[in-house]
């Protein structure tokens, strides 16, 4: 343990952490630009067999970034892509970052620390710093922006400077350490954990912007909204947000399991698609897509009434035909991603004829960010959390999100010892009561766990 580590375990203060030496290497998850081609020709590209868990030399910061000594990450489906090197290796989002040149240059190395998530305890801090200070507690943003470009300032998603940290940048969160932007960092919810606070913002946050923030689809009370994915990290966290706006929830899940879990977690109208033959994950022909669609639009009609006003989608290629042609006339179908593949087709005479409306959204800007951890703040959101690994243990984490036999989000812890750790207000954390802040997690006796490795840590 370095004397860092052991600093902050202890709780020491801002003065002593900021007067204690950062250690010259720290363990990160990571890829090596040597394993590229590894998966050429290879139907299943196991991330296991990519992700490398070692020691990564510590990278000077420029002015406006911070020191982050990570307590938990989370893994988010850009690992996955990151690990199989697709769609496009992430060297090349390093390599053309370098090409900026000054501490932009930093970033093009032969190996890339990932992670878009992570809670932890600032312990530097820039010149150009003016926010933050060594001893806060944080959560970080996903999203970097370029606070220069001119468009950034009417959304720091516009900017063509806008990059997802640990993804389209190095030294990211599944670390012990991370360098970040301090135009990332907001307050972590203290009455949280340090791996439920990691598990939280890039999904929360994209599914914030993509149905409540005024770029998105904007519910209102009564809206029907279809969920593709529900029990996973983006749709766990949409059906908490349509609820909360007075909506009505309606959750497409892929088996039993994890219908009994929707409808645990409050959802209006439980789905199982392969119960109404929605199929697997190819994309469906134009008239199976038709007829899909046909189905679930008498499913959600017989349950509600009436069709969706809106369709959360980032599933991609297998849904999205469905998706256009089962919202309402006039409704819009939102999409941040694509899991099953980025080449969507679907009718679009369902489109213009009727009105509808295509939004493409991804991640999102600060103030949405900020707005969306308030409400973990206040109580009105929960984590998702299902399943917490060990830093060492990251290849079979992101492996698990892979092969999707997770629910909600599988946390890692990196220098935090055990969980249950960083809880600074325990009596708001009482107030609200530990099964509400654990949903998926209190189920577990009652629903058992896909993982093999929870099963072997309960046995």
């Keep these: 343990m370095d004397a860092m580590t052991e600093a902050i375990l202890r709780g020491a203060g801002p003065e002593e952490i900021e007067n204690t030496e950062l250690p010259g290497e720290y363990l990160a998850a990571h890829l090596r630009a040597e394993d590229l081609g590894m998966f050429d020709g290879v139907s299943d590209k196991d991330v296991r067999k990519s992700l490398h868990v070692g020691n990564v030399p510590m990278p000077e910061i420029a002015p406006d970034e911070v020191v982050v000594a990570v307590m938990a990450s989370s893994i988010n489906y850009n690992t996955v892509w990151s690990a199989t090197f697709e769609p496009v290796p992430t060297f090349d989002f390093l390599n053309r970052f370098a090409r900026e040149g000054g501490y932009a240059s930093r970033h093009n190395l032969p190996y890339h620390v990932l992670g878009s998530d992570a809670s932890g305890v600032v312990v530097r801090v820039g010149a150009g710093v003016r926010r933050w200070r060594p001893g806060d507690h944080v959560v970080v943003s996903c999203v970097q922006v370029d606070d220069q ?10 900017g063509s400077g806008q990059r997802i940290w640990g993804y389209e940048t190095n030294f990211g969160g599944l670390a012990h350490y991370s360098v970040v932007r301090a135009s990332q960092l907001l307050a972590k919810p203290a009455h949280l954990t340090w791996e439920e606070s990691a598990s939280v913002l890039l999904t929360a946050a994209t599914s914030y912007r993509m149905l409540v923030g005024d770029k998105g689809a904007r519910i209102k009370q009564g809206d029907v909204v279809l969920i593709w994915g529900a029990t996973g990290g983006l749709g766990a966290y949409a059906v908490q947000m349509v609820k909360n706006a007075g909506g009505i929830a309606v959750g497409v899940v892929s088996s039993e399991r994890k219908a009994e879990i929707l409808r645990a977690l409050g959802c209006d109208v439980v789905i199982n698609r392969n119960e109404i033959g929605l199929g697997g994950d190819d994309a469906p ?13 008498r499913a959600i009609r017989a349950a509600v009434g009436e069709d969706p006003h809106v369709v959360f989608d980032f599933i991609g290629q297998a849904t999205f035909g469905i998706s256009v042609f089962v919202v309402r006339r006039g409704g819009v179908v939102v999409t941040c991603g694509s899991s099953t593949g980025y080449q969507h087709q679907f009718d679009n005479r369902y489109l213009w004829m009727n009105l509808k409306r295509i939004v493409g959204s991804h991640a999102a800007n600060l103030q949405e960010q900020w707005e969306c951890n308030r409400l973990f703040r206040l109580g009105s959101l929960h984590p998702v959390l299902s ?3 060990p830093l060492a243990e990251t290849a079979e984490a992101a492996r698990l999100v892979q092969q999707n036999k997770h629910i909600g989000k599988v946390g890692v812890l990196c220098q935090a010892p055990q969980e249950g750790l960083g809880v600074t207000d325990p009596e708001r954390r009482a107030s609200i009561g530990a099964e509400r802040l654990n949903p998926l997690r209190s189920m577990g006796a009652a629903i058992p766990s896909e993982s093999a490795k929870s099963q072997e840590r309960a046995a």
């Excluded at 470009?149 to 516009?158: C, F, K, S, V």
């Excluded at 022909?285 to 639009?297: I, N, S």
């Design 387 to 389: 399943d917490v690994y």
């Design 285 to 297: 022909t134009p008239e199976l897509t038709v007829d899909m669609g046909k189905r679930l639009g």
């Design 149 to 158: 470009e001119p468009a950034t300032h009417a959304d720091g998603m516009l």
